[in-house]
């Protein structure tokens, strides 16, 4: 009897519901949880006069298309617009008629475009530091002019790293294994009169030293052939381990 009539009742419910409009409540939709790909990133089409001594995005993209152009490696894609990427516009110039001037200029960046069309910009990865084997034994200072670098190693480890900024075109700093021939402290430079604090002489006058120039205009410049350094406090610390007949290695990664 008890459940006939809970029976009932229930049925009344339901029917009274109905009457008034009382509907279930839709199912929650979960919004989708998938991503939207990201668009692919490219190398700009913009001409921006990308200038000899330059470092910026502007020259990695000059970079990036003179690769594609087959005048440049790809390991000197650095951003820094130096010897060898003048070279490299140089010899593109030359490819497609125009003057060998080694300066771009809008006739230059248009036909490096159109030859060149549209490049997609992968991810970078992390690379490891490519050091020089003549590097990995005893006390070097480790100078590896791609990544515009200057290591001090003591047993294969790098201790300290340094950014480094060498010779314009005319005056190159030299390549090769040498060793720390002298120090000074305090010395005047005897052809151009700029101060070299720290210096480590490691062939003929070229030396690391630091430079206030380097400091205060970073790669909008370039040395008469020595070794620049803008973080003092390093290269003293540097400058006060490294002793005269070292190892000083120089060389591109």
């Not at 008890?2 to 279930?24: D, E, N, P, S, Y």
């Not at 040395?223 to 003293?236: E, M, P, Q, Y």
Request: charged share 30%; with cysteine.
């Amino acid at each position: 009897m008890v459940k006939k009539f809970a029976r009932v009742i229930v049925g009344v419910i339901a029917a009274t519901a109905l009457a008034v409009g009382i509907t279930a409540a839709p199912a929650l939709v979960a919004p989708s949880l998938v991503a939207p790909a990201a668009a692919a990133s490219y190398v700009s089409t913009k001409y921006a006069s990308p200038k000899y001594g330059e470092r910026s995005k502007d020259v990695t993209a000059l970079q990036q298309r003179l690769v594609k152009a087959k005048v440049l490696a790809k390991k000197y894609v650095t951003g820094y617009y130096g010897p060898l990427t003048k070279k490299a516009v140089k010899k593109f110039q030359k490819k497609v008629g125009l003057k060998a001037t080694g300066k771009v200029s809008k006739a230059t960046w248009s036909k490096l475009v159109k030859k060149t069309g549209k490049i997609k910009i992968s991810k970078a990865k992390k690379s490891s530091k490519k050091i020089d084997r003549r590097c990995k034994k005893g006390e070097v200072l480790c100078i590896d002019k791609t990544r515009d670098k200057v290591y001090y190693m003591k047993s294969g480890k790098i201790i300290k790293t340094m950014d480094a900024r060498f010779g314009c075109a005319n005056t190159r700093t030299r390549e090769g294994r040498f060793s720390v021939l002298r120090k000074k402290k305090h010395v005047i430079s005897n052809l151009y009169g700029s101060p070299m604090p720290y210096s480590i002489f490691f062939s003929g006058g070229q030396a690391v030293h630091y430079s206030s120039d380097f400091k205060k205009r970073g790669y909008n410049g370039c040395s008469h052939g020595c070794v620049n350094i803008r973080d003092k406090k390093t290269l003293a610390w540097v400058y006060k381990r490294i002793d005269v007949g070292d190892p000083v290695i120089v060389y591109r990664s």
